[in-house]
């Protein structure tokens, strides 16, 4: 009877958190019938786990009896975002020694890319980004790292439901050119940012894989300074801190 109680109760736990995926990869809302279609589950159950979801702001029922994300996930995600961000310190300070550049980090949070962690460039000219500023994440070199892990269907959602503003004559503002660039960061391992945020900047970032949510690491500066000659140097040192964030975060 208790090993029934716990599986059932493990089965809730998990089908309760497939549901929180489901309102985030179908826009953040949807109906019951929806979810019942995303989850392959009956919508007796659906209505059981929201009503509980529900309890804790996790999910919100709307006046169209709709179902969206709730304020209780802002919670949750800000703390973690706040440990992420100590665990990352380190090893963006060490990169930026190695660089002599700006060294940022980034997630997925929601459809943006989101600077968590940064340590600035000593040199007088240098990048700054505000630790907590979303960004567009195909005009970014962490938004475009950060893309290339994820499968290109998930991609054109993002991107349609975003758009594709141009900032900068460089920057991809068409899916088809957008898809080729995150073919060629998966098979050469990391990203560049010609230019496409801000004129006259380049930035180097890569992937990260293996934490709670898609994220990248960066060396960002001028591009007198971030040259391409730099560039096998410069990924070099994203790649050992790449290793060294993964080793830094627990569970993974």
């Not at 090993?3 to 089965?11: R, T």
């Not at 169209?64 to 709730?70: A, D």
Request: hydrophobic share 45%; net charge neutral.
């Amino acid at each position: 009877m208790a090993g029934n109680a716990e599986s059932g109760g493990v089965q809730s736990v998990a089908r309760a958190f497939a549901l929180l995926e489901a309102l985030r990869t179908l826009g953040g809302e949807a109906g019951v019938s929806e979810l019942s279609a995303e989850v392959d589950l009956p919508a007796p159950t659906i209505h059981r786990l929201l009503q509980t979801l529900s309890g804790g702001g996790y999910v919100v029922q709307l006046p169209s009896r709709r179902y969206s994300l709730g304020p209780g996930l802002i919670r949750l995600g800000d703390g973690a975002t706040r440990r992420l961000s100590l665990w990352a310190m380190p090893v963006l300070a060490g990169l930026c020694q190695g660089s002599q550049e700006t060294a940022n980090m980034a997630i997925l949070d929601g459809d943006m890319a989101s600077y968590v962690a940064q340590v600035p460039s000593p040199h007088q000219m240098r990048m700054f980004t505000e630790v907590g500023r979303r960004v567009f994440p195909h005009a970014a070199g962490v938004g475009k790292a950060i893309l290339s892990q994820l499968p290109d269907e998930r991609v054109l959602e993002i991107v349609r439901r975003t758009g594709m503003p141009g900032y900068t004559p460089t920057t991809i503002t068409s899916e088809a050119a957008l898809l080729a660039d995150l073919q060629a960061i998966r098979r050469r391992g990391y990203a560049i940012d010609e230019g496409e945020q801000e004129v006259g900047v380049r930035c180097y970032a890569l992937p990260v894989a293996g934490l709670a949510m898609p994220a990248a690491i960066s060396v960002s500066g001028p591009e007198a300074r971030v040259t391409l000659a730099s560039a096998p140097r410069m990924v070099q040192l994203l790649r050992e801190a790449g290793a060294q964030l993964r080793a830094a975060v627990p569970g993974v």
